[in-house]
Each structure stands twice: as C-alpha cells, then as structure tokens.
Nanobody
C-alpha cells in the first residue's frame, strides 16, 4: 500500500509561481507512473501532468510551457513546478501513483490563483 502526501499549495496572484511536492511512503516495490491531477468546484477531475519512471512526461495542453513535472525516484517524490499561474488553474491538486494495476491517490492540496 502507498500513502501519498501533497504539500506546497496556497494562495498566489495571477502570474505567480508555486511548487507542489508529493511524497510516497509505505510498503511497495516500485512505482511506475506518478501524476498530478486537479479538480475545481463543480468540474470533473482532470489530468495535469504525468511522469514515468523513465522520466517520460505528458501534459494537459493548457499547462504546457508553464508547468513542469519531475520526480526523484530515490525519494519516491514527484514535484510540479507551476509558473505563470492563471485564475483558471484554481483547484485542488492531487497526486497519484500507479503500480501495475493499482492506483493510489493523495488527499490533495488547494491552489488558489487570484486575479
């Protein structure tokens, strides 16, 4: 089982930056893919960025060029550097970890971008 704890959310003005972190702990052999997703009030959860164990990445179109996902396999930690934030980026950001057929989720961290 994997426990995921996110940190780094907060309130920021439009154009500002935040860096989210998510650390995985527990008993597991390895994590294949880690990712960041977000859910705004009244909207469906959506993928923001994912990163494979080999470092391959995938981004939601609207965050390309602004957000960067990275991971430290030795620390079982995934990061999301968010620059040029916009009010529409406001949401709860959740990380997940994929192991074979198992997906674990964190509790989420709130990101609020004011205009």
């Amino acid at each position: 089982q994997v426990q995921l704890v996110e940190s780094g959310g907060g309130l920021v003005q439009a154009g500002g930056s935040l860096r989210l972190s998510c650390r995985a702990s527990g008993t597991f052999v390895s994590i294949n893919m880690m990712g960041w997703h977000r859910q705004a009030p009244g909207k469906q959860r959506e993928m923001v960025a994912t990163i494979g164990r080999d470092g391959s990445t995938n981004y939601k179109d609207s965050v390309k060029g602004r957000f960067t996902i990275s991971r430290d396999n030795a620390k079982n930690t995934v990061y999301l550097q968010m620059n040029s934030l916009k009010p529409e980026d406001t949401a709860v950001y959740l990380c997940n970890a994929v192991r074979l057929a198992t997906v674990d989720w964190g509790q989420g961290t709130q990101v609020t971008v004011s205009s």
